[in-house]
């Protein structure tokens, strides 16, 4: 019995491989067809907006904290609204690993991972990308999420007061 | 005439790495040197009409236990020694060395005096391999036998120790 | 005198365009192991470079000779620069006594297609072959790095395992053929192949070739996933280039032997004898390709009980058995 499977086992792979001689091979040729990405494919990173067409990023520096390489840095600005924003906001994609860290940290849902993979190039310096270079004019995945509404701040009106704000979630409460 | 040109040029590199052979620290150049001189002393066995003995040279000593030599060094990592540089070695270390050297000497003098065919250089004739194999099976058959009688006792004998030893290895284990 | 000069000048084409075929046929078996085992595994290979990568090997060389030819800070430099070499040119060296075709007549000239039909053609086929090692060695320890003398030690061990059952297998085929000469040898399988005649001494031959030529499944000096890329790790440019090369045209010669000793070199039917001769080779060189592709490496230790407790046996017994059979025989 030991012989025969040792001597079944020798030349199985044998056959294994000619019968995979003749058959169409699975890799994609890349640059002529492209390959079906998944959904949630990690790739560029984008600033979405909210769906009135502010900005979601309130600069609370939580995704350049929760980097792993440090390739995220901003600058935050108070408006006169007392909300904050980025006055500048960088990613420098020779450094990004796209782990995906940034958008699970974000509180606004501002930064997001899209498909897009094709960043190579010979400048180093064209993949430190800006805010105007990172901005985005739609919702990103979640299209009908607006940090504001949900939550409130209190800064120049107490919380949910100030236009177009959602009464803050009374956390005593059951019903939805 | 190009023959015993090649003769005397094949000697003087066989000599030069066998002294190389010895003097070197590392002993690696050692093999490689010794490598070298087996190799000269292969082709000088060709010109001399032994091409038989010209392979086997070079299969037996250099391809094989030379090979041998240099797998212990690497396996035993035998580093070069740079210490026991002594300044001036008296006659006790270079005596024993002068003394070789001039038995050597002398005994290759008396040969070549004493054979009349090695001293008109290159002799005519070549044993091709079968001659050789005829010589050596016909004529010196019996010392061919009692040789690798030897050789297989040898082989018997290493394998008793190693078995020996393996037995002891196995009883310390179970005890 | 004229009569000399033609001669010499027709060795000077033969040496010349044995080397060219050679290196060519070796760039193309890169090409050739690449496409094959990518197909193998359910890829293209590479198929950029030209018409279905064609070019790749011209590619290849261009890169590697444009590299950096670097030598590691504490390496033997000598030995370090040396080794490639060595690998390179022993397998080269053997293709010297590999009877290709028979006898030719070119400008009224017997034209025997060999560079040296020497009488002891076995001999020198095992002695050149036994030295490549030494650039394997020499190579892993020159180096300077774990690994490359791990690949040495190991390559000095295959070898020192399988060379003794390599030899002992051709003894048969020497007392068949009763000579040395490969021509000699190819001319006794007029009738009926080596292979028909003594298929054990053939199946101990060719496991014992495929571990001479360092491929899997005996690939244990370089071994990738274990020791970096064994004895050429440190290497670079053309010096890798060297020993990548190397490897490859040691695949042809062991092809052109394992045909020289076992499939009746270049006797066939209905085709040219150099055709089959090259169509041999090439098959032998695909039957390493697919075992390759098929199977995994062995481990030290089970090389080593391969070669001292089966194959030395075994061709021992084979010599034995032959000499009988030779004997009844008459």
Redesign the interface.
């Known amino acids: 019995m030991h012989v025969v499977r040792g001597i079944r086992g020798t030349l199985q792979p044998f056959w294994v491989t000619l019968r995979n001689m003749f058959r169409k091979p699975v890799t994609v040729q890349y640059p002529e067809e492209k390959q079906q990405l998944p959904e949630r494919y990690r790739a560029r990173l984008i600033l979405t907006r909210d769906p009135d067409g502010a900005e979601r990023c309130v600069a609370c520096h939580l995704c350049s904290a929760a980097c792993p390489v440090d390739c995220i840095s901003m600058q935050a600005v108070e408006a006169e609204d007392g909300r904050r924003y980025a006055a500048w906001f960088r990613i420098n994609f020779t450094r990004c690993i796209f782990c995906g860290l940034c958008t699970e940290a974000c509180p606004t849902l501002a930064i997001q991972v899209t498909a897009d993979f094709e960043l190579a190039g010979r400048d180093l310096l064209k993949l430190v990308y800006e805010k105007e270079d990172l901005l985005v004019d739609h919702c990103g995945t979640n299209s009908n999420y607006n940090f504001y509404r949900q939550s409130g701040i209190g800064v120049s009106a107490p919380r949910g007061r100030n236009p177009g704000e959602a009464p803050p979630a009374d956390v005593k409460d059951l019903m939805p | 005439m190009i023959a015993t040109l090649m003769f005397y040029l094949l000697g003087a590199v066989a000599l030069g790495a066998t002294v190389m052979a010895i003097i070197q620290r590392n002993p690696v150049y050692s093999v490689i040197y010794l490598v070298k001189s087996i190799f000269s002393l292969a082709l000088i066995f060709y010109l001399l009409g032994a091409p038989m003995i010209a392979a086997l040279q070079i299969i037996v000593y250099a391809g094989a236990i030379m090979v041998l030599f240099l797998f212990v060094i690497m396996m035993l990592e035998v580093t070069p020694t740079n210490a026991a540089t002594r300044t001036a070695p008296g006659w006790f270390h270079w005596g024993p060395v002068l003394l070789l050297a001039l038995t050597l000497v002398a005994l290759t003098l008396m040969l070549i005096g004493l054979d009349p065919v090695s001293s008109e250089g290159v002799p005519r004739w070549h044993a091709s391999p079968r001659d050789f194999g005829y010589t050596l099976f016909k004529e010196y058959a019996l010392a061919v036998k009692i040789i690798s009688f030897q050789l297989s006792f040898a082989a018997v004998g290493a394998f008793h120790v190693g078995m020996t030893e393996r037995r002891r290895a196995r009883q310390e284990d179970a005890s | 005198m004229s009569e000399s000069l033609v001669t010499l000048a027709l060795i000077a084409v033969k040496l010349g365009l044995i080397f060219a075929v050679i290196l060519f046929m070796a760039a193309y078996l890169v090409l050739a192991e690449r496409k094959?085992l990518?197909?193998?595994?359910?890829?293209?290979g590479p198929n950029r470079t030209g018409p279905f990568g064609l070019m790749q090997p011209l590619a290849d060389v261009i890169k590697l000779l444009t590299k950096e030819d670097f030598v590691p800070a504490r390496a033997d430099k000598w030995?370090f620069l040396l080794a490639p070499g060595i690998t390179a040119v022993t397998a080269l060296l053997v293709f010297a006594v590999v009877p290709f075709g028979p006898t030719r007549e070119i400008f009224g000239q017997q034209v025997p297609l060999v560079v040296v039909d020497?009488?002891?053609g076995v001999?020198?086929v095992?002695?050149?072959s036994?030295?490549a090692?030494?650039g394997v060695?020499?190579g892993g320890?020159a180096s300077n790095s774990k690994y490359s003398?791990l690949g040495?030690?190991r390559g000095?061990?295959q070898?020192?395992s399988y060379?003794l059952s390599l030899?002992l297998s051709l003894v048969p085929v020497i007392m068949m053929a009763r000579s040395?000469s490969l021509t000699d040898i190819v001319m006794a399988q007029q009738n009926l192949p080596f292979l028909l005649l003594n298929p054990v001494a053939f199946g101990v031959f060719f496991i014992c070739v495929l571990a001479e030529s360092n491929r899997i499944p005996f690939d244990l000096p370089e071994a990738e996933n274990e020791l970096v890329g064994g004895f050429h790790t440190e290497y670079s440019g053309m010096r890798f280039g060297l020993f990548f090369v190397g490897e490859y045209i040691n695949m042809v010669v062991l092809g052109s032997l394992l045909t020289v000793f076992f499939l009746g070199g270049w006797h066939g039917p209905w085709l040219p004898p150099l055709a089959w001769f090259l169509i041999k080779v090439l098959a032998v060189c695909a039957m390493f390709i697919?075992i390759r592709?098929?199977?995994p490496r062995l481990r030290y230790d089970q090389l080593m009980n391969l070669g001292w407790k089966i194959l030395l046996p075994l061709s021992l017994l084979n010599i034995l058995v032959t000499g009988a059979v030779l004997l009844g025989w008459g």
Not at chain 3, 38 to 44: C, D
């Open positions: 094959i990518g197909r193998m595994q359910l890829r293209y030995l020497l009488n002891i001999l020198y095992l002695g050149v036994s030295m090692v030494y060695v020499l320890w003398l040495g030690v000095l061990s070898m020192i060379e030899g040395f697919w592709a098929s199977m």
